[in-house]
């Protein structure tokens, strides 16, 4: 699997946009880029996912560089619900039974002050 | 709610004990996921079912490690002799067909082996 490098920590203000960070340079042409959070005390839920266009839902945006090698995580207006791990994870979906499995990293721990 | 349930949420047990995890996937969801997650990290795959089909396994499930979705529908995880390096959330995720569909998780299964 392709590999993402993320910050360890992040710090935003409640009320405030923060936009979250990934590298995947070895990203291949049938990555589909994923983000998934997991919050305290609880398994991880999707946020969103693209492929070459930014993308745009209710929770957040996903902006994905012109050459795939890096995207940004926007969240619009943090708030304190927000504070969690957010992981940033390549999915091959080449096949039927390729891009089953989320490889996670260690993710971003984001912290929303008051 | 029809979310991705986990029974039990916690267990403890001695080293060398059997114990076995219950996992029921949201309903007409084909596919069923296994992850185990320590302290700090973020959660690592370990198997999945398409229906009843075991399809995938990780290295990381050793010979100690069962898993079973007899019917399609619930999964049980079995972990026999259970050692104090298997303490661990045990997370499951349900999906829909289709490689890039998000994953559904549960609220996990928190195993201290005393």
């Known amino acids: 699997d392709a590999k993402t490098t993320q910050p360890n920590s992040m710090e935003s203000n409640e009320e405030e946009p923060v936009h979250l960070p990934c590298n995947h340079s070895?990203?291949?042409?049938?990555?589909?880029i994923h983000w998934y959070r997991q919050l305290p005390s609880q398994g991880p839920e999707y946020v969103i996912h693209?492929?070459?266009s930014n993308v745009n839902n209710r929770m957040a945006s996903l902006a994905i560089a012109e050459d795939r090698k890096s995207s940004t995580l926007i969240l619009h207006r943090a708030t304190l619900r927000d504070a969690a791990v957010y992981y940033c994870?390549?999915?091959?979906?080449?096949?039927?039974?390729?891009?089953?499995?989320?490889?996670f990293g260690e993710g971003t721990q984001l912290t929303v002050n008051p | 709610d029809t979310g991705v349930s986990q029974d039990p949420r916690h267990k403890i047990t001695k080293r060398g004990q059997n114990v076995t995890f219950r996992c029921d996937p949201i309903s007409e969801h084909n596919r069923l996921y296994w992850y185990r997650q320590t302290l700090g990290q973020g959660p690592e795959f370990l198997t999945y079912?398409?229906?009843?089909?075991?399809?995938?396994k990780s290295r990381l499930l050793s010979d100690r490690f069962s898993a079973e979705r007899p019917k399609g529908s619930f999964s049980t995880l079995e972990i026999q002799r259970t050692e104090q390096g298997d303490s661990a959330m045990y997370l499951c995720?349900?999906?829909?067909?289709?490689?890039?569909?998000?994953?559904?998780f549960g609220p996990g299964t928190r195993l201290t082996v005393l």
């Open positions: 079912f398409q229906n009843e089909a075991q399809l995938e």
């Open positions: 994870i390549l999915r091959d979906v080449g096949g039927e039974t390729s891009g089953s499995r989320l490889t």
């Open positions: 070895t990203i291949s042409g049938t990555d589909y």
């Open positions: 693209g492929l070459t």
């Open positions: 995720a349900s999906s829909p067909l289709g490689s890039y569909n998000e994953q559904f």
